[in-house]
């Protein structure tokens, strides 16, 4: 059974930095990608950030510059480091996996990003 769960949400004052993670489990070194994604309040879940297994990375505009998205294939691990911090970037904040050859896709529970002025 695949699971994911995703850690490290908080309350940061604008301009700070944080640090979340999502750790995989029941697809070892079958993850094609690992995609975030946020949803602000009364808002629709937006696409955040990606990197791929190889590495690549891709960002939204709305974080380019200030977020860095990364992964540990090894410890099945992925990481979206974000810097200055703004109100908002306040969300819930959501690790999506793909899995390689069959394209399924796996979300976590999500964790709380809150960014105070």
């Known amino acids: 059974q695949v699971r994911v769960v995703e850690s490290g949400g908080g309350l940061v004052q604008a301009g700070g930095s944080l640090k979340i993670s999502c750790v995989v489990s029941?697809?070892?070194?079958?993850?094609?990608?690992w995609d975030w994604y946020r949803q602000a309040p009364g808002k629709q879940r937006l696409w955040v950030a990606t990197?791929?297994?190889?590495?690549?990375?891709t960002y939204g505009e709305q974080v380019k510059g200030r977020f860095t998205v990364s992964r540990d294939n090894a410890k099945n691990m992925g990481y979206l480091e974000m810097n200055t911090l703004k109100p908002e970037d306040t969300a819930v904040y959501y690790c999506?996996?793909?899995?390689?050859?069959?394209?399924?896709?796996?979300w976590g529970q999500g964790t709380q990003v809150t960014i105070s002025s």
């Open positions: 029941g697809l070892t070194f079958s993850i094609r990608t």
């Open positions: 999506n996996v793909v899995k390689k050859h069959t394209g399924n896709d796996y």
């Open positions: 990197v791929r297994s190889g590495g690549t990375t």
